[in-house]
């Protein structure tokens, strides 16, 4: 590194204050001449025809200024299907923006409604008829697979999404030798992101110019500039997206949404700016939902406890289309592929099937796949502990991959470049206060009081290349982009691909690329979310913002030192290579004596380049993309522990204390890290015990609203404790992998854990989230 | 989410408000606090033409003292039922029962006569009132009548005021020697409506107990006073055995709703786990 002084220092979230005082800037918020607003007609039927669809009623109403129904939308938009070629034999039906003919779920949209104010738009909504044919919906999984099942949509001939099976040759005859087998089924419920500001745009075609911009809450704007292109038939330097600040994505905000195309399709036809911010009802019936599985799993063992093999049958239930363009798939097939990962288990068998039935889509959300797997992984090696008689500390150190046994390949293919289980496992156990929370917890069931302990190691993919969607068609950046150029005063400004939805990204990026330039990150100004004004790249999924935007930065900040070293060298008549950058200036590299400062660079490059020698490149500006090279996905890991207590009168869990150790390799900034891993953990814990898009037998969401979904509140929330191990990863100069999905990965796995084993003494178990007072009263047999 | 267009008006007395309801033939709604109403003017649940804002009416503030009743206006706020010392006094059970009630944003707004009359079968007020054995001032265009909580309270979101009718005050009688109380509700995150509640008022003579009070809320449609309890527990000294028989009494007691989300069996037990906890700790007012 030419400098590490702000790399792996804390420094707080450069947005934080422009937020808390009411200076942010959101989609939400903007407001421009003659914008309409969009409210959509729904489908109140989880299927069924559309017999009669009449808006002349709404057309006339008070403020509406246009009506549009799929006869008159749908075809300036080309359709979308949402499958990829790496998901062999994966189908599901094309899409459009209103629904033709069919409706799939309650709240497919059906007609779009623009008035002057959304209020408008709403009371027009009520004077649309619509008459439906209702159709027998198809609500659950595994009935929709029984022959005679109706099928989900007319666009599929089968209620099978994608089937497949990974499997090792030795699988079969682990089994057969194993001294211990464990095996128990489970239920994941179907939840969703609930960001703090809903999905919301603002599209503005400008006819007189064939541009089109979105304003577009969303963490891919990339990826929507070039929807937006295809989908419409425009040229993608004519389509330009700008994410502004944005209230939280967690995955959710990068698919591709019926109100959203249509909301561009609306102002590609009426020529003036159209808005839509989705209300919380209709975020519940349109946001993509996650997590929907039931999977049975068992695990052999040989007599000393090593684990030898896993069987895994996961049904995956991802509503009525598979989404664009990533796919509904993708969450099983990480699902089936996690399972174990930590541990040395030679031998797998994963199988996934992926059903469709008449509900909201699911998608990526934040950690996909990862909390499924763990759970599943961490439950039967705690079972299996328990069979054997072992400690769960004591069973993982027999079985955790030891830490310099790397690279290692896991049993589902995955490769490992470097990981610390050991050394997280020894620094939990430290951190935790194990053997005293032990002796605590034997002492408290003497007096009735039941606590649990529940461990948790995970692996996380972070720094994914093109591996992931790429190979499969998906038209979905693995690269990024960074152009960062000195000022003509001598500060520096950086314009990136990768995004920032409050995580902080623009905070580490300003961080790395001072480190490379010898000034402080204050001075460094960073812009990202527009596609006009940033290169293009993947932005944020996956966790990719520190790994792969880092990189790009840094690469991009040595490429700029050395255009000004170069300069410097040229006006000072030295050797560039005698020459350093630190405290904004040029110093002399041996002595560190300052030589010229930074603004006297960019003074006399900008104004006076007369002076400069001739055929000295006077360029302050560097660009620079940076696409992940070596292994496929840098993987970290890291281990949890959840203490629980739970009222068996009641069934209701207090959560006592989380901790974590994670490897994220190297920390660009603590503070932002640990807040990644504390908002991941209450992300996790709130789909173990609160969080649950429940339906009814017609296909109805019962809780769609903020009052019934019941989303994690501070109060209920433990005290969160994190260390860490850092492993760099060398397929970088950085070095930094992801740890955004970290905290959600593990975080239900060890409270599932630490529940159970508070009511191991009454011979109950739980296997299904989340893990309410209902299902905690059933196991114990109270109700 | 947005409400449909209505008209607002602002009474400035009872009777203002009772006229301006009789000139929109009915299709109006008063508005107290606004944290039921308007969310569900929001959800589009109801369209009124007309809201009657009534928190402008001098005869629905105030709490004072008469005769052994706490007199407390209609739009008392919630925090004041945490902080007022004469509340505390006098209408122990309202103060034990508001740190239950939502979040601090929420009980800064809503109002003791907006939580009474909007009759939640969860809320934790009415309960507080019956089992403190509270009379409700109604208004009318007859005049004003006080009805006993028990009578008060009809069925889900349904009260004894009529149509066009106002609720101006609560009145609760103020603790005797040897009172105690309990309160306490199962939920499912702090603030949130109770799964189960109970809310608990008792005269303890060196005898045992008298004048036993028990309304369970979140058990049915409305408060549910648990008599069978009451009995078991009267001239009893609390020990587990009296505790043990109120509990079992409350199968007669209570005939909860069903439903798979949160079946009848676990509101009885549930009630039967607060009743006893709640009898295990009742504390002493007066
Ligand atoms: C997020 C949230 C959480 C909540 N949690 C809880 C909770 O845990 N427990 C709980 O009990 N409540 C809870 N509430 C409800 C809150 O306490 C309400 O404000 C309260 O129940 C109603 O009081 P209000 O003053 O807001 O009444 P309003 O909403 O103004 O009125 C409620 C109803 O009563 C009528 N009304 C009001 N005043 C009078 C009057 N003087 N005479 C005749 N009719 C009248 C109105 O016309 C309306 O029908 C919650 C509310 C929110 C928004």
């Known amino acids: 590194m030419t400098s590490t002084d702000h790399i792996g220092q804390s420094h707080r979230r450069e947005n934080a204050l ?41 057309a006339e109403a008070p403020g509406v200024v246009r009506v549009f129904t799929a006869e008159t939308l749908n075809p300036i938009c080309a359709p979308w299907t949402g499958t990829l070629d790496h998901f062999a034999g994966m189908k599901s039906a094309p899409q459009n923006m209103l629904a033709e003919g069919q409706v799939l779920w309650a709240g497919h949209p059906v007609a779009m409604i623009l008035a002057h104010s959304r209020a408008e738009a709403e009371d027009a909504c009520e004077l649309v008829l619509l008459d439906i044919e209702d159709e027998e919906a198809v609500v659950d999984g595994d009935a929709a697979l029984v022959e005679g099942t109706p099928l989900v949509s007319e666009g599929i001939d089968s209620n099978l999404c994608f089937r497949t099976v990974l499997e090792t040759p030795g699988l079969d005859e682990a089994f057969a030798n194993a001294a211990h087998v464990v095996e128990d089924s489970f239920t994941f419920g179907r939840h969703t992101a609930v960001t703090l500001e809903p999905r919301a745009v603002v599209a503005d075609f400008d006819p007189s110019t064939g541009q089109l911009t979105v304003h577009h809450g969303t963490q891919t704007p990339y990826q929507f500039q070039d929807v937006y292109a295809h989908q419409f038939g425009l040229p993608d330097n004519k389509v330009r997206v700008i994410a502004p600040d944005v209230g939280g ?131 039967l090696v705690d079972r299996a502990a328990e069979q054997l008689d072992l400690d769960p500390i004591e069973i993982r150190q027999r079985n955790l991959v030891a830490d310099d046994a790397y690279p290692h390949v896991s049993a589902t293919g995955y490769q490992f470049e470097k990981l610390s289980h050991h050394a997280a496992l020894a620094k939990l156990r430290e951190i935790m206060g194990y053997d005293a929370l032990r002796a605590e917890q034997a002492e408290l069931r003497k007096q009735g009081i039941y606590r649990g302990i529940g461990i948790a190691s995970f692996v996380e993919i972070t720094n994914p290349g093109a591996a992931f969607y790429g190979v499969g068609g998906a038209r979905v950046s693995a690269q990024d982009g960074a152009i960062v150029r000195l000022t003509p005063s001598g500060e520096v400004h950086c314009a990136i691909s990768v995004t920032e939805q409050g995580q902080g990204t623009e905070t580490i990026i300003a961080q790395v690329v001072a480190d490379q330039l010898g000034v402080t990150p204050d001075q460094v100004k960073v812009t990202t979310g527009d596609t006009d004004t940033t290169p293009s790249g993947g932005a944020t999924w996956a966790c990719r913002g520190a790994g792969i935007g880092g990189e790009t930065a840094l690469r991009a900040g040595r490429r700029l030192q050395a255009q000004i070293l170069a300069i410097a060298g040229a006006v000072l008549q030295a050797e560039p290579a005698t020459l350093a950058l630190a405290g904004g200036t040029v110093v002399d590299k041996a002595t560190g004596k300052e030589r010229i400062t930074l603004a006297e660079i960019g003074r006399i490059a900008t104004y006076r380049p007369d002076t400069l020698p001739e055929g000295c490149d006077n360029s302050l500006t560097a660009v620079q993309h940076f696409a992940p090279t070596g292994y496929p996905f840098d993987f970290t890991n890291g281990i949890q522990a959840s203490h629980v207590e739970v009222d068996i009168e009641t069934g209701v869990t207090r959560l006592l204390k989380h901790w974590v150790v994670e490897d994220c390799g190297r920390i660009i900034n603590p503070l932002l890290v640990d807040e990644q891993i504390r908002g991941g953990v209450v992300q996790g814990l709130g789909p173990a015990f609160f969080e649950e898009c429940m339906y009814d037998d017609m296909g109805q969401m019962t809780n769609a609203s903020l009052a019934d979904y019941l989303v994690p509140m501070a109060g209920e929330m433990p005290d969160i404790e994190i260390a860490h191990i850092e492993t760099p990863t060398l397929d970088t100069i950085l070095g930094a992998k992801g740890v955004g999905e970290a905290g959600t990965a593990a975080a239900g796995a060890a409270a599932m854990n630490a529940v159970n084993d508070a009511l191991r003494p009454m011979g109950a178990r739980i296997s299904q989230t989340p893990m309410t007072p209902l299902r905690i009263l059933t196991a114990l047999g109270h109700v | 989410m947005k409400s449909p267009a209505f008209e607002y008006v602002r009474a400035e007395s009872v009777a203002d408000a009772m006229s301006a309801y009789a000139e929109a033939d009915g299709d109006a709604v008063y508005l107290s606090g606004g944290h039921s109403v308007v969310p569900s003017l929001a959800l589009r649940l109801q369209a009124p033409a007309l809201l009657i804002d009534l928190s402008n009416i001098a005869a629905l503030s105030g709490i004072s003292l008469h005769d052994g009743w706490l007199r407390i206006g209609a739009m008392t706020r919630h925090v004041q039922a945490l902080k007022d010392p004469l509340i505390a006094a006098h209408a122990p059970l309202f103060t034990a029962a508001a740190p239950f009630v939502a979040h601090p944003a929420i009980r800064n707004r809503g109002t003791l006569g907006g939580s009474l009359a909007h009759a939640d079968p969860a809320s934790e007020f009415p309960a507080a009132a019956v089992a403190m054995r509270a009379e409700l001032e109604i208004a009318s265009s007859q005049g004003i009548r006080r009805v006993p909580a028990d009578d008060f309270f009809v069925d889900i979101y349904e009260t004894a005021i009529e149509p066009g009718e106002v609720l101006q005050a609560i009145h609760v009688p103020s603790p005797v020697a040897g009172q105690v109380i309990g309160f306490d509700e199962i939920a499912r995150r702090r603030g949130d409506y109770a799964m189960v509640g109970a809310a608990v008022q008792a005269v303890s003579r060196g005898s045992g107990l008298e004048d036993v009070s028990i309304a369970l809320f979140s058990v049915g449609n409305h408060p549910v006073r648990a008599r069978k309890a009451q009995a078991a527990l009267t001239g009893r000294m609390i020990d587990a055995d009296a505790i043990a028989d109120a509990q079992a009494a409350l199968e007669d007691d209570l005939d909860p709703p069903d439903d798979p989300q949160f079946p009848a069996s676990m509101r009885l037990h549930l009630a039967r786990v607060l009743l006893g906890r709640v009898l295990a700790n009742l504390e002493a007012v007066a």
């Open chain 1, 249 to 379: 994505s967690f995955g959710m905000k990068l698919h591709v949404y019926n109100e959203e195309m249509a909301v561009v399709a609306a102002s590609l036809k009426l020529g003036r700016p159209v808005r839509f911010v989705a209300d919380r009802l209709e975020s519940f019936v349109s946001d993509v939902h996650a997590r929907d599985h039931r999977v049975s799993a068992r695990m052999a063992m040989d007599a000393q406890g090593t684990i030898l093999a896993m069987d895994v049958d996961d049904m995956t239930q991802i509503g009525a289309i598979s989404t664009y363009p990533r796919t509904s798939v993708a969450e099983g097939n990480q699902v089936i592929r996690l399972m174990g990962a930590p541990y040395t288990m030679p031998d797998y068998r994963g199988r996934l099937s992926v059903v469709f039935q008449n509900k909201v889509q699911t998608s990526q959300y934040r950690a996909v796949g990862h909390p499924i797997a763990c759970a599943v992984t961490e439950a």
């Open chain 1, 18 to 58: 422009r937020h808390l005082a009411g200076r942010g800037r959101f989609v939400t918020d903007l407001a421009l001449p003659r914008m309409v607003h969009a409210a959509f007609v729904r489908s109140p039927m989880a299927k069924g025809k559309i017999v009669e669809l009449d808006v002349s009623a709404a």
